[in-house]
Nanobody
Framework: QVQLVESGGGLVQPGGSLRLSCAAS????????MGWYRQTPGKERELVAQ???????KYTDSVKGRFIISRDNAKNTMYLQMHRLKVEDTAVYYC???????????????WGQGTLVAVSS
């Protein structure tokens, strides 16, 4: 069974930086796209950043130039480096991996448990 373990969240002052990590463990044959989402109370989960297996990235407009998504394919691990954090970045951040548990399986969405990022002075 595949599990995603997130780490790196916490409390930071405005203008600060944090780095989130998401590691996939268990039996997974291949990993395709990976992404970070975030959610605040009463709002829908939104895509923050996405990275393909080949390394192409895309970001939501509000984080462009401040956040950097990356991945280590050998470790099935994804990162989100966040700079110049703002109060409005406060949310629970979730990682998502599209993967195949076996060679002939269809793609499955695997979600992390979420990690809280709180930006406050």
């Amino acid at each position: 069974q595949v599990q995603l373990v997130e780490s790196g969240g916490g409390l930071v002052q405005p203008g600060g930086s944090l780095r989130l990590s998401c590691a996939a463990s268990g039996s997974i044959y291949s990993v395709n796209d990976m992404g970070w989402y975030r959610q605040t109370p009463g709002k829908e989960r939104e895509l923050v950043a996405q990275i393909t297996k080949g390394g192409q990235t895309k970001y939501t407009d509000s984080v462009k130039g401040r956040f950097i998504i990356s991945r280590d394919n050998a470790k099935n691990t994804m990162y989100l480096q966040m700079h110049r954090l703002k109060v409005e970045d406060t949310a629970v951040y979730y990682c998502l991996i599209d993967g195949r548990p076996t060679r002939y399986s269809p793609l499955v969405n695997y979600w992390g448990q979420g990690t809280l990022v709180a930006v406050s002075s």
